[in-house]
């Protein structure tokens, strides 16, 4: 027993540890997609989670690199503009920012080299030298501040609007939400995922820059100073942490990409009850209005959780690896040439020469480990960016393909007829041709069908000319509204033929409008419109 515990100490129990949580990871990323599996086939809404699935697979690799260059170039549009002024700035204020860190480096190592020598001279010298420069460093960090705060809104300012006039180019915001179900929650993807990506990009152009300005400039110096095995082995050493961190790291992605999506649903739910609480009082529906928000936030509440656990046990692996392990490499290149006697070196070097080499290279070093420690962790941000670009991604192919007149939405399987020998009607959204023509609106063989492939009418034949007084009637859901969505091309033709004016020349009056004026009925506001179209 006593042979046993004198293994029991305070190291080797760290590294268990740190070896046990890495097999954990492993293994709950492996079981998770078959728990993924598993919940897709119980789920009450297969259908969503079959489409989300689709959507979720986000990752460091070469279609998230292009995915970002496609929308970089929304957000700099060309190649002089003030998106690229501030790119320029932000990188000059981090170069004289890696000047100011260096020499602070070196007028430290000088004051502390005052101290211990006792000269009351130079650590005057010194000490007003930082004192003068103080202004200048901190004005630099303040531009830099500047910089990437204004640069962010830029960036918000380009791709918002840019977003903006493809939804609100024609019908594309009416049939995001009624023709195609491929985006639930438009405007979380609008508001919060654009402010979140932007401020994301750039944060990583600051987070990498810096870390890659030090590097570059630390090893020039090292090299000159220690030769140029020690950066090579914190090069060597940044290579192997940073593709073992990235392959630790892919969940991020797609868990970045789930909690938008809970958080659009949860702001949903929220929104749904205050555009319907006036039928949701009349039906007294508040009690199950209650489940259905605490059922939403309890799914983005146990997500959360989850997602909460793994950063933890990734920023447990990433501080020992990114940062700390990175430090004891620095302290083992950095200590070879001083412990080593035998070094031409530092043969034939004083106390204070050894101690002011020291604290020069030795902290040049810590701070070039510290930099490869900020870029392996900048990976973790890359990941969480990939989310979000393969939702901005997603949204600006929605709406590409909506402008252009192609939707998906999944159609309801039409139920059999009794009779064997029933036609059955094939239906092909915007298969039917619309005919600009003045004085006219002419029904020709189109079937009536509403987006989600039901049957209103088979075969829709009928003409009225200019000054024609017509009045349709029939029973709730017989087709009368969707009659008018089809003659204001709000939905797709199926088939046939429509002849009638164009878009500007029709004239409709919405039954219920409670944004653009006072209602003419006490339908409640959640009723389908019926319109009434004037020629």
């Known amino acids: 027993m006593s042979a046993f515990s004198k293994y029991l100490t305070a190291k080797n129990s760290s ?24 919940k897709g086939s119980s789920a009450e809404l297969p259908l969503s989670i079959e489409k989300d699935g689709r959507k979720d697979r986000a990752a460091v690799d070469k279609v998230f690199f292009l995915r970002i260059l496609q929308i970089l170039r929304i957000m700099v549009p060309r190649f002089i503009c003030m998106e690229t002024g501030y790119l320029v700035f932000i990188a ?31 650590f005057k010298v010194f000490l007003f030298s930082f004192i003068k420069f103080m202004p200048l460093i901190a004005l630099v960090n303040n531009f830099l501040k500047l910089g990437l705060n204004e640069l962010k809104l830029r960036f918000r300012e380009r791709l918002t609007k840019n977003l903006y006039d493809q939804y609100l180019l024609g019908f594309t915001f009416y049939k995001m939400g009624n023709l195609d179900n491929r985006i639930a929650n438009a405007d979380q993807l609008l508001t919060q995922d654009v402010e979140k990506f932007c401020n994301s990009v750039v944060d990583l152009y600051s987070n990498l820059s810096k870390p890659l300005l ?13 030769g140029a095995q020690g950066p090579a082995i914190m090069m060597a050493y940044l290579l192997i942490s940073g593709l ?24 949903y739910v929220n929104s749904r009850l205050i555009t319907n609480s006036e039928e949701i009082a009349f039906y007294n529906g508040n009690l199950r209005e209650k489940q259905t928000i605490h059922a939403t936030f309890k799914k983005l509440v146990d ?30 290149v950095v200590s070879r040439p001083f412990l080593n006697l035998s070094h031409p070196r530092h043969l034939h070097s004083s106390h204070n020469e050894l101690l002011e080499d020291y ?34 991604t997603e949204l600006m192919k929605v709406l590409k393909e909506l402008n252009a007149g192609k939707y998906e939405r999944t159609m309801v399987s039409q139920p059999e007829k009794e009779s064997d020998d029933a036609e059955k009607i094939l239906l092909v959204p915007g298969s039917g041709q ?102």
């Open 15 to 38: 590294i268990a540890g740190g070896i046990l949580l890495v097999l954990y990871l492993l293994k709950h990323r492996r079981r998770a997609p078959k728990q993924a599996g598993k």
């Open 92 to 122: 000059a204020m981090l170069v004289a920012r890696t000047y100011c860190d260096v020499w602070m480096i070196q007028n430290g190592t000088m004051i502390e080299s005052a101290i211990i020598g006792r000269s009351t001279k130079d």
């Open 214 to 226: 030090d590097i570059g400039l630390y090893l020039f110096k090292l090299t000159s100073a220690i």
């Open 244 to 267: 073992f961190l990235t392959r630790l790291r892919r969940p991020i992605g797609k868990m970045t990409v789930t909690e938008q999506r809970y958080e659009g649903e949860y702001r």
């Open 303 to 332: 997500h959360l959780h989850n997602f909460i656990f793994f950063r933890f046990s990734m920023g447990f692996v990433d501080s020992i690896i990114a940062k700390y392990i990175a430090t004891v490499v620095g302290y083992l």
């Open 359 to 392: 604290y020069q290279s030795g902290r040049m070093l810590l701070r070039m480990s510290q930099a490869l420690g900020r870029i392996v962790l900048a990976g973790r941000e890359m990941t969480r960016l990939s989310g979000f670009t393969a939702r901005i």
């Open 434 to 535: 619309i005919i600009n023509r003045d004085n006219i609106i002419k029904f020709d063989h189109t079937p009536l069908a509403t987006p989600n492939g039901d049957i209103l009418i088979k075969d829709l034949t009928f003409e009225v000319r200019s000054g024609t007084n017509v009045l349709v009637c029939g029973p709730n859901g017989c087709g009368k509204s969707s009659l008018f969505r089809a003659l204001g091309e709000l939905w797709p033709l199926f088939g046939g033929h429509l002849t009638k004016p164009e878009r500007g020349k029709l004239f409709y009056v919405p039954q219920g409008s409670p944004n653009y004026g006072p209602r003419a009925d006490s339908s409640p506001p959640s009723r389908p419109p019926q319109f009434e179209p004037a020629l």
